[in-house]
Structures are given as structure tokens and as C-alpha cells.
């Protein structure tokens, strides 16, 4: 495959999920994703990391660079603990993330993230909940990821998904910097 690799499977999630349950109306603090993106306005999401607002400074919001936690993720400790020690582990920095739910039936329309921020980045989904896998595809390539399992795909490729599912699919969805690409100054502050 091209446009998919599986980092790791059997990750427990359930210490997921229990943050997102304790925290009340989770799923209706942010609705920036359903109002302001048009591809993505059937999910869900709960914002862990999102661009610096403060950074922008007449760039497009696909071109800020500089992101940072959101006031809600200390909600969720031990869903920014695992963004952390992924980074960690790819070598990479931590950059935007999220958690997202894409309730029965519901889908992300095809579209490619453009924009200097997604350029020099990569893409990684955690299926934290999903009953029948998660249908996923890019590029030319279909998957369905499963509970537990930790992906990276390229989403500088023609990308969507769809819930064909019964229930609510739940994903972490985050992007690293390669530390690599920092020390050379790509990616980082302009």
C-alpha cells in the first residue's frame, strides 16, 4: 500500500472513551468542524490541539504552522499523554489533533488537505470506536481500520471516509512534524 501503513494494533482505547463519556456534552463544545469546513460537516470533534489563532497574521488558516493545546484538552490527559508519546515515538513534533466522531451513516466527502501546514506534515488516525472497522480511502486505495489499530495515511491524496456502520465511529486524528523536517526549518514558524 501507498497511501496507508498500520503503525501499531491492539491499543487499548477504553480509557479513551471513559474521558470522552465523563466529560458532558463533549460533542457539542466545538462546532467549528460541521459549520466552517464544508467536507467534514457531518462529523463530530473535540479539539486537543488546534492552530495558534494568534500566529495567523494574514496567512490562510492552512498555512499557520505554530498550533498549540486547547483549553478543553485538559479534559482529556490521557488522550494528550498518548498525542505526546506518539510524537515521541515517530520522531516527530506534535502538531494539530483531535478526536472525531462520524455517527451512522454519516461520511467526510472526498477533498485533499492543501496548505504549507499539511504539506510537510503526517497523518495519523487512532480508531478508537468503530463495530463493523472504519472504511477509509486515499488515492486509489480503500481500507477499513479496526478498534485498536493506529494508522498513518496520506491525506495529500484525494481522501474521504463513510460510516457504514450502525454506530458512532470514534477516532483520534492528529498530524506530526518530522523532527527531522524542524531541524531544517521546514514547517516551523515563518
Not at 515521541?88 to 478526536?99: T, V, Y
Not at 472497522?133 to 495529500?156: A, C, P, V, Y
Request: charged fraction near 30%; glycine fraction near 8%; aromatic fraction near 8%.
Amino acid at each position: 500500500m501507498r497511501y496507508f501503513r498500520r503503525i501499531r494494533t491492539a491499543i487499548d482505547t477504553q480509557s479513551f472513551l471513559d474521558e470522552i463519556a465523563a466529560v458532558e456534552g463533549a460533542w457539542d463544545q466545538s462546532t467549528g468542524r460541521q459549520t466552517k469546513i464544508r467536507v467534514q460537516r457531518e462529523a463530530q470533534a473535540i479539539p486537543l490541539r488546534g492552530l495558534r489563532k494568534s500566529a495567523i497574521a494574514g496567512r490562510k488558516r492552512s498555512d499557520v504552522h505554530e498550533s498549540r493545546w486547547t483549553s478543553g484538552s485538559a479534559n482529556y490527559p490521557l488522550a494528550c499523554q498518548f498525542l505526546r508519546d506518539t510524537a515521541k515515538a515517530e520522531n516527530s513534533l506534535l502538531s494539530r489533533g483531535k478526536i472525531v466522531c462520524l455517527p451512522a451513516g454519516r461520511r467526510v466527502y472526498p477533498h485533499i488537505d492543501r496548505g504549507e501546514y499539511y504539506a510537510v506534515r503526517n497523518r495519523y488516525h487512532l480508531v478508537l470506536k468503530s463495530a463493523s472497522g472504519s472504511w477509509l480511502k486515499s488515492g486509489d486505495e480503500e481500507i477499513r481500520m479496526q478498534e485498536g489499530e493506529l494508522w498513518w495515511f496520506d491525506n495529500k491524496e484525494v481522501h474521504e471516509a463513510y460510516n457504514d456502520g450502525d454506530q458512532d465511529r470514534i477516532h483520534m486524528i492528529f498530524d506530526l512534524l518530522p523532527r527531522a523536517a524542524a531541524e531544517r526549518g521546514i514547517g516551523t514558524a515563518a
